[in-house]
């Protein structure tokens, strides 16, 4: 079993390093606790990704929450919590303090402006990841497509379409449907 | 701007913002600019960049940054509590329930349209990234790079990060 210090060393390092928001810090999430340590399966890794999607909140938070509660319950949740977040809200205090100084500075600017692109490669990769353990069922291949479509050229927002795919799934898997 | 008021409005933002990231912007923005009127618009855009500069979701970013010019170092750990309050505890009961209910042909067949609607979910994340990511040769570059490189050598995502940064630091220099 992971102890609760070394759960809490994962998260501090994944809270420390991830720039670019919640989408980057769960693909590091899927590196660390699936690929890595193999404390979570591919197939939990993604239900627990579609459960924080489904949830008000940041993502990354109930992720780290579901992870810290599957591995060591609630003071696994407590844990994973802190080292999700203190080493933001130490950033965010220190940066604050010193804005007006770095604000100015081209080198920063040009190290953010370096990362951006990373993050897509990061979370296409991720989501190339996440769809491992999905069989390539007809149903599946056009869930994942009305999805994508449904927001990237409609517009809906993605609470909707994750309410939708449940209805469809329920119905589909009531009448016997393999999926 | 009392500590309550602080709360409230970060409990909301916990508590109403679905999608994570940068969908969670237009909730802050309304609580943070006009309702509290606790940031001008262009504080409210500094707010982004800040939070660029900071590992971990945006959202907690911004509740610290809020909390802590105005409250100072209490303010901080409060706002950030309470964006995190309302997630926590939804967490907390849906596990239960989950645990309770795994195994119910419900609880199935909904998993079972929603696991690959997750995966056109973070694709789409991708494609609304772009716009402001990739916005001239240097950034496309880097792009690929990074995408073979991972791809390629398993590269840890963190080091893909460092990496990507320094790649902008030279190549935007020259």
Same mark, same amino acid.
């Given at each position: 079993? !992971?102890?609760? /210090?070394?759960?809490? !060393? ?15 810090? =769960? ?9 890595? #340590? ?31 509660? /599957?591995?060591?319950? /609630? ?5 994973? *919590? *802190? ?22 500075? #081209? ?14 490669? *990061? ?6 990841? *996440? ?12 869930? =994942? ?15 909707? =379409? ?18 | ?47 982004? @960049? ?25 303010? @901080?750990?409060? @706002?950030?509590?309470?964006?995190? @309050? +309302?997630?926590?505890?939804? +967490? ?48 496309? +570059?880097?792009?690929? +790079? ?29």
């Amino acid at each position: 079993m !992971l102890s609760l /210090k070394k759960l809490f !060393l994962i998260f501090l390092k994944i809270g420390a390093f991830t720039f670019g928001g919640g989408y980057a810090m =769960v693909s590091i999430m899927q590196k660390e606790f699936v690929e890595k #340590e193999g404390l979570v399966t591919d197939e939990e890794f993604l239900d627990i990704t579609a459960i924080s999607q489904s949830l008000p909140g940041p993502i990354a938070v109930s992720t780290s929450l579901f992870i810290g509660l /599957k591995l060591r319950q /609630k003071k696994g949740a407590t844990v994973a *919590l *802190l080292g999700t977040i203190l080493p933001s809200l130490t950033a965010i205090i220190v940066i604050a303090t010193f804005y007006h100084l770095i604000r100015d500075i #081209e080198q920063i600017q040009y190290f953010f402006n370096g990362i951006r692109p990373a993050i897509i490669a *990061l979370i296409l990769l991720a989501a190339i990841k *996440l769809s491992k353990p999905l069989p390539r069922t007809l149903f599946n291949i056009i869930i =994942v497509i009305l999805s994508f479509i449904s927001i990237v050229f409609f517009n809906i927002h993605p609470i909707f =379409v994750i309410i939708a795919c449940g209805f469809f799934g329920f119905i589909f898997h009531r009448k016997g449907g393999s999926v | 701007m009392s500590y309550i008021r602080l709360m409230i409005a970060f409990i909301k933002i916990g508590a109403f913002s679905f999608g994570g990231g940068y969908a969670m912007l237009p909730v802050i923005e309304e609580e943070v600019v006009h309702i509290n009127q606790w940031l001008t618009e262009s504080e409210f855009i500094d707010i982004i @960049a800040i939070s660029q500069m900071s590992p971990g979701p945006i959202a907690i970013n911004s509740a610290t940054f809020v909390g802590y010019t105005h409250l100072g170092l209490p303010g @901080a750990v409060l @706002a950030t509590l309470s964006v995190i @309050a +309302v997630p926590f505890l939804l +967490v907390l009961f849906i596990s239960q329930f989950l645990n309770k209910y795994r195994d119910s042909n419900f609880i199935k067949g909904v998993f079972s349209g929603i696991r690959p609607a997750v995966i056109g979910l973070i694709a789409a994340a991708c494609i609304s990234l772009v716009d402001t990511s990739i916005t001239d040769i240097y950034s496309g +570059v880097i792009f690929l +790079v990074i995408l073979l490189t991972l791809i390629k050598f398993k590269l840890h995502p963190i080091g893909a990060i460092f990496i990507s940064g320094f790649l902008g630091m030279v190549l935007y220099a020259i």
